[in-house]
T-cell receptor, first 116, second 114 residues
Framework: GAGVSQTPSNKVTEKGKYVELRCDPI?????LYWYRQSLGQGPEFLIY????????DSGLPNDRFFAVRPEGSVSTLKIQRTERGDSAVYLC??????????????FGPGTRLTVL | AQTVTQSQPEMSVQEAETVTLSCTYD???????LFWYKQPPSRQMILVIR??????QNATENRFSVNFQKAAKSFSLKISDSQLGDAAMYFC???????????FGTGTRLKVLA
């Protein structure tokens, strides 16, 4: 596609449920990033993939959060036993090569997750 | 600490006037890049301008320019001839060669008054 797409655009769930958020990066982009943006804050780094592997997952807040990118393209962010504090906009971004200095990251429109 | 600070939560500017958004950062890396991103209500982050830290010349992109003061670790964005479409949240971000990830500031909401 022409840009990064994310689905769903909005997700409402109940506390304790499991959710999956999907990101389709720009074709050919090897690097993929997930960020979380809470209300009134800037995006906060969660995890970075280079190809299929997670090169840096230091931003994942706890073991309820997990992300995969099995074929080096689409990525899924998975959140188990959701809590109200997980409510935020989850942004995905891709770039041509994460290891190349200062490569521009192209962002998707985000998924707004609301945990009731 | 690797932080990015935007001290202005909100700014207003009259249409056609000039406004400057402030950003300071902290880093121990010598190789890094600085960015300004715009986020309209649609949530889509759009790159406005970028600056390589090793370059002394300030970046410009049409009506957008930066004032990069490396020693002071300051990176402000100047928007000239402001337009109604410039109204959005603006985020300053730093990318470092040792981390391969963006560190964002908390943002500045820009209002453009007709």
């Amino acid at each position: 596609g022409a840009g990064v797409s994310q689905t769903p655009s909005n997700k409402v769930t109940e506390k304790g449920k499991y959710v999956e958020l999907r990101c389709d990066p720009i074709s050919g982009h090897t690097a993929l990033y997930w960020y979380r943006q809470s209300l009134g804050q800037g995006p906060e780094f969660l995890i970075y993939f280079q190809g299929t592997g997670a090169a840096d997952d230091s931003g994942l807040p706890n073991d309820r959060f997990f992300a995969v990118r099995p074929e080096g393209s689409v990525s899924t962010l998975k959140i188990q036993r959701t809590e109200r504090g997980d409510s935020a906009v989850y942004l995905c971004a891709s770039s041509r090569g994460g290891g190349v200095a200062g490569n521009e990251q192209f962002f998707g429109p985000g998924t707004r997750l609301t945990v009731l | 600490a690797q932080t990015v600070t935007q001290s202005q939560p909100e700014m207003s500017v009259q249409e056609a006037e000039t406004v400057t958004l402030s950003c300071t950062y902290d880093t121990s890396e010598s190789d890094y890049y600085l960015f300004w991103y715009k986020q309209p209500p649609s949530r889509q982050m759009i790159l406005v301008i970028r600056q390589e830290a090793y370059k002394q010349q300030n970046a410009t992109e049409n009506r957008f320019s930066v004032n990069f003061q490396k020693a002071a670790k300051s990176f402000s964005l100047k928007i000239s001839d402001s337009q109604l479409g410039d109204a959005a949240m603006y985020f300053c971000a730093r990318w470092g060669s040792g981390t391969y990830k963006y560190i964002f500031g908390t943002g500045t909401r820009l209002k453009v008054l007709a």
